[in-house]
């Protein structure tokens, strides 16, 4: 495919919007996941939440925050670690969503329905899991006050990418937004998004050979504070914190190895 080749419509009609409404995290034990996000953001665990069901989620304002234990996908003969979703878009008509994929992507099983929800989830050119959900009602998480210099809201997910170029005009396309071919030569690409976290195209592991990913970043207003603080409360660090021009930056490791970035913007 060439970098020019349109995949997908650039109309008004596409049936994603151009935004993320929740991030995934895979997790084990979703008890221990649960209180070790809730304490990294100064948030109460929400007992209801706990209730024997796959997820436990965070409301946050703009792009939500989804654990998932998977335990029911594991009872499916026809499920595969490959199908875990990074991110979720959501979808205007599920069905159109379906069609419209299938039309230039790999779609992993029909749409799945639940009452007022409806899911699917789809693979880009490089391999990286998404999910296109529709429901009934969508609102958007309320105004959360927590006890943490770590700001409970999602700032930016990642995707890794091996080739830029290609894959920034595959999601431009998808969401029916422009492409900034300048942009695409870079090594990280933000696909304009509506509102909620950014949308990252990240080749930097790629091209460091580095063998983990990095899911979302958290952002904070004091990232001294905020270094302090998961210092003081055992969180573990993975590696030395970041000091760039225009930005500061440290990683964790949840229990399950998932890291997840704290950044501060200069």
């Known amino acids: 495919m060439s970098n020019h080749e349109s995949v997908f419509p650039t109309t008004s009609s596409i049936p994603l919007e151009n935004r993320v409404a929740s991030v995934f995290v895979h997790v084990t034990d979703l008890r221990k996941s649960a209180e070790w996000y809730s304490s990294l953001i100064g948030l109460p665990i929400k007992e209801e939440r706990l209730n024997g069901g796959p997820v436990y989620w965070f409301d946050f304002q703009g792009t939500h925050l989804i654990l998932d234990s998977n335990a029911a996908n594991h009872q499916n003969p026809d499920w595969n670690?490959?199908?875990k979703p990074r991110m979720?878009?959501?979808a205007r008509d599920i069905d159109q969503a379906y069609r419209y994929i299938q039309?230039?992507?790999e779609t992993c099983f029909e749409p799945?329905?639940?009452?007022?929800m409806a899911y699917f989830n789809f693979r880009d050119p490089e391999g990286n899991c998404h999910m296109a959900c529709w429901t009934a009602v969508q609102e958007d998480g309320p105004e959360i006050t927590a006890n943490s210099p770590i700001i409970p809201s999602i700032g930016?997910?990642?995707v890794d990418v091996k080739n830029m170029p290609?894959?920034?005009k595959w999601y431009t396309d998808l969401l029916g937004v422009p492409l900034d071919e300048a942009a695409a030569s870079q090594n990280i690409y933000s696909v304009p998004v509506t509102s909620g976290a950014a949308l990252l195209l990240d080749q930097h592991r790629h091209l460091n050979q580095d063998s983990f990913t990095e899911l979302f970043f958290f952002e904070t207003e004091d990232f001294e504070g905020a270094l302090e603080f998961v210092r003081n409360h055992g969180f573990q660090l993975a590696g030395e914190p970041n000091?760039?021009?225009d930005l500061r930056e440290f990683s964790l490791i949840d229990p399950d190895g998932n890291?997840?970035?704290?950044?501060q913007m200069n």
């Open 81 to 83: 670690e490959g199908m």
């Open 88 to 90: 979720m878009f959501p």
């Open 103 to 105: 039309d230039s992507g």
């Open 112 to 116: 799945e329905r639940h009452g007022t």
């Open 156 to 158: 930016g997910v990642f």
């Open 166 to 168: 290609e894959a920034a």
């Open 243 to 245: 000091y760039f021009p």
């Open 259 to 263: 890291r997840i970035v704290v950044a």
